[in-house]
């Protein structure tokens, strides 16, 4: 289990480091000339960031809700990070978990109001929960790769929904589960 997250992890950061160093030519939608002619990105290029709330749920997973914050440190890579809490059991347990890590990302249009986006979250995640007559103490690290589609709803608002699979290898209870993602990305620019 170690080697496939040390595999899921270096795959994705090598994939993002040889998209981040092709050169990007500039468009007429991100650039502007300086008073010498020669063209230069426009200020907001590497400075948009997006505020999200976010709702998780899955098999055998709680519902998470919390926020997710990251930068943009090139048009389409992405960086910052994730906190979620929710409530753990059923009707007869009480109990909490929480998770917070950080978050890397590469979006693309596929369409003109329609985007993809995939990356992945790690952290460290710890909860504790009781049935009555047992305690349950989770916690440890996690790893959570995601691919999901952005939906443009506004001019600065997306929503988007996608898929991930929550990877936490000291947890006998959430190890391995799929999970549905729903989220409101706010654009500040």
Excluded: C
């Excluded at 040390?6 to 040889?18: E, Y």
């Amino acid at each position: 289990m170690k080697n496939i997250i040390i595999l899921l992890i270096s795959v994705f950061f090598s994939v993002q480091v040889s998209a981040q160093t092709q050169e990007v030519l500039p468009t007429d939608e991100t650039s502007k000339t300086n008073l010498a002619g020669q063209y230069i990105y426009a200020d907001s290029y590497f400075k948009k960031s997006k505020t999200s709330v976010v709702l998780k749920n899955g098999l055998m997973l709680p519902m998470f809700y919390g926020w997710r914050f990251v930068v943009y440190n090139t048009e389409k890579f992405f960086i910052g990070g994730t906190g979620l809490t929710g409530q753990t059991g059923g009707p007869t347990e009480t109990g909490t978990m929480s998770l917070g890590g950080l978050t890397a990302g590469y979006d693309f249009t596929i369409f003109d109001d329609i985007f993809v986006d995939w990356g992945i979250t790690a952290g460290g995640a710890g909860g504790k929960s009781y049935d009555g007559t047992t305690t349950t103490d989770e916690g440890g690290v996690f790893v959570e790769p995601w691919f999901g589609f952005n939906h443009k709803i506004g001019e600065n608002t997306d929503f988007n929904y996608s898929f991930s699979y929550f990877m936490m290898p000291n947890s006998a209870a959430y190890d391995g589960k799929p999970a549905f993602n729903l989220r409101i990305d706010f654009i500040i620019n």
